[in-house]
């Protein structure tokens, strides 16, 4: 049974009625299942298992402590990109020999925050940064393990804003500067080279595009060992798929049946960073029917009370997400995308929106559902990744609480912000 399902005309996460959740919360509410994050971690793990595959969740997708913690006692690692995503990670109670550390533009402070931590690796995207990499570990008398993070020009083949191994994507080393790195890597006295990384982008629907990558890192890989620089692993990085329409997608084994071969060529103890498959659609976010209003073109919103400022996905890359009400006695159909969403029978076509001042503020644009009424409750599903972490308080509107769920229980993992928390750190002045 999914983790979030309809039954008896209501929809559950687990054993929990989302209705009983949201008399509790009120809305909007990210609400996750604890069972879906584990089950999907651990599917990832068994498509990997041959290669004993390192996984190290990336925080950015879902950067709840307690989400992490549920990951960290499954023996996840983490991929952090920042200062502060190291901070819960370790926080969650990550092991630092677990953690790798990304990012085009990590700061002296925050490489020596992560050397004192002690962690794993971190994957480097420049010169400049393995130089200051260097320095800071001169500094702390410790030497910094590396992976250099390849971009190896291969087209992700998904969203342009979410396209990071391009040649023209900020992300990165390009073949003929990394092969300089590698010349000169003696001259780094505090730094081994012992990984290549890769990350193409988010979400990826083939293994194609990791098999094309690694086709060119497999020649990187030969030159590096050429130069006496013993990599031992190889960083696959995120970007595996979910499902946001319902419809069938590829699985963890059709990537790990074209990946592998690869990884036991190279000889490379593998390490992944999937944050959208483990946490994706372990989440939704609850909302509010506010108004339903109607203009004299015909044009139907049903105006709800989340809006960009807490699921930004929509408005920034047009994303898709499958809305449907919670209580209801109408089936959500198995698989919906934007061309199925066609008026039928006793639906109605509506742009769903939310009440930030942006005409982009639009979760679902003519879209099929059943009617709702004011104050009737819309789940909007495959939200757990880059929901809520890439939540703002724009328009002064507080961050949305957040739910886990286990079982028949659920508990409040982070508390609905109050309008004391949208001025606290300001000065009256
Ligand atoms: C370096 C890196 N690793 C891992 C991820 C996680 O990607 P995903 O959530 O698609 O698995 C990202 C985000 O795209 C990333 O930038
Ligand atoms: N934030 C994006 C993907 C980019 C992830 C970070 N490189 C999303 O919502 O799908």
Known sequence: MDAFHYDGNTLYCERVKIKDIVSETGTPV???????????????????????????????????????????????GFDVVSGGELFRALKAGGKPSKIVFAGVG?????????????????????????????AAA????????????????????????TTTGKKENKFGIDLIVAETIIEKAKAYTNVTICGIHVHLGSPIYSADPY???????????????????????????????????GEKVIEPKDYSTQILPFAKEM????????????TGNSGILVTSVIYNKQNSHGKKFVICDAAMNDLLRPALYDAFHRIWPVNTSVA?????????????????????????CESSDVFA????????????????????????????????????????VDRDKYIVIRKRETYEDLIAGEELV
């Open 30 to 76: 990210y609400i996750y299942s604890k069972n879906a994050i584990l089950t999907r971690f651990n599917e990832l793990k068994t498509a990997f298992q041959e290669v004993d595959a390192t996984i190290c969740f990336s925080v950015k997708s879902n950067s709840n402590l307690s989400v992490c913690k549920i990951l960290a006692d499954e023996g996840s």
């Open 106 to 134: 990590k700061t002296d402070k925050e490489i020596q925050y992560a050397l004192e931590n002690d962690i794993f690796m971190f994957n480097v995207e420049s010169i400049a940064e393995i130089e200051h990499i260097n």
């Open 138 to 161: 001169c500094r702390a008398g410790k030497t910094a393990k590396v992976a250099l993070r390849i971009n190896p020009d291969i087209d992700a083949k998904t969203h342009a804003k």
């Open 211 to 245: 098999v094309n990558a690694l086709k060119k890192i497999t020649m990187f890989m030969e030159k590096c060992r050429n130069a006496g620089i013993n990599i031992q692993y190889l960083n696959i990085g995120g970007g595996y798929c979910i499902s946001y329409t």
């Open 267 to 278: 000889k490379c103890r593998v390490i992944m960073e999937p944050g959208r498959f483990i």
């Open 332 to 356: 959500m159909p198995d698989v919906e995308t934007p061309d199925t969403s066609v008026a039928k029978q006793g639906m109605d076509l509506v742009d769903i929106v939310g009440p930030v």
């Open 365 to 404: 644009k003519d879209r099929a559902i059943p009617p709702v009424n004011e104050g009737d409750l819309l789940a909007i599903f495959s939200a757990g990744a880059y929901g809520f972490t890439m939540s703002s308080s724009y328009n002064s509107r507080p961050r949305s609480c957040e739910i886990l």
